[in-house]
């Protein structure tokens, strides 16, 4: 064998050595408070569990408060099945179709799912703790979670820094571009 089969041979079998990254640091209930409207405080929140098997069960919702009372509405369900790159990530709107993703890139505290398909959004990047959105303050502790949802170009995006429900204390996330 020449040397550079005998090496790219080593690297695969060292490739295929190593564990897929699992989605457990996802899992927990993130809140943020978007813009209050004039209605009252808006919060959007993210829950995600395990789903029994190798997977994730999340959903997406948003509580309008007005008048003291919470109005509650889910925005989506998901569901996170595999691990490692190539993992999918169903999207399933509450008013429509569900939309598949497939990770493109994840690290131990990262994920970034993508869709060629036309639904917006086409990409849903999560991030644990590291993500600072340029002008947004300080940057993220270990129990925050950056999310970002855009089109695959980047445009349309939308950005929530969100805490875990735990340590969320009137905090307000940044939604929009």
Same mark, same amino acid.
């Given at each position: 064998?020449?040397?550079?089969?005998?090496?790219?041979?080593?690297?695969?079998?060292?490739?295929?050595?190593?564990?897929?990254?699992?989605?457990?640091?996802?899992? +927990?209930?993130?809140?943020?408070?978007?813009?209050?409207?004039?209605?009252?405080?808006? #919060?959007?929140?993210?829950?995600?569990?395990?789903?029994?098997?190798?997977?994730?069960?999340?959903?997406?919702?948003? %509580?309008?408060?007005?008048?003291?009372?919470?109005?509650?509405? %889910?925005?989506?369900?998901?569901?996170?099945?595999?691990?490692?790159?190539?993992? =999918?990530?169903? #999207?399933?709107?509450?008013?429509?179709?569900?939309?598949?993703?497939?990770?493109?890139?994840?690290?131990? *505290? !990262?994920?970034?799912?993508?869709? /060629?398909?036309?639904?917006?959004?086409?990409?849903?990047? #999560?991030? *644990?703790? %590291?993500?600072?959105?340029?002008?947004?303050?300080? +940057?993220?502790?270990? *129990?925050?979670?950056?999310?970002?949802?855009?089109?695959? !170009?980047?445009?349309? /995006?939308?950005?929530?820094?969100?805490?875990?429900?735990?340590?969320?204390?009137? =905090?307000?996330?940044?939604?929009?571009?």
């Amino acid at each position: 064998m020449t040397m550079s089969i005998m090496l790219a041979a080593a690297l695969a079998a060292q490739a295929s050595a190593q564990p897929a990254v699992s989605f457990d640091w996802l899992i +927990g209930q993130w809140v943020c408070q978007e813009e209050s409207s004039a209605g009252g405080p808006v #919060y959007r929140s993210e829950a995600w569990r395990p789903d029994g098997a190798d997977g994730l069960i999340g959903e997406i919702q948003t %509580t309008r408060v007005r008048g003291g009372v919470p109005d509650r509405r %889910t925005i989506a369900t998901l569901r996170i099945t595999g691990r490692g790159n190539g993992s =999918r990530m169903a #999207y399933v709107p509450a008013n429509g179709p569900a939309i598949i993703f497939r990770s493109v890139r994840q690290g131990s *505290r !990262d994920v970034v799912f993508e869709s /060629a398909g036309p639904g917006q959004p086409q990409r849903i990047a #999560y991030r *644990r703790g %590291t993500f600072r959105r340029p002008g947004a303050g300080p +940057g993220l502790g270990p *129990r925050n979670l950056a999310v970002v949802e855009s089109q695959l !170009d980047g445009s349309r /995006a939308r950005h929530w820094t969100m805490s875990d429900v735990r340590m969320h204390v009137g =905090r307000f996330c940044r939604s929009g571009g």
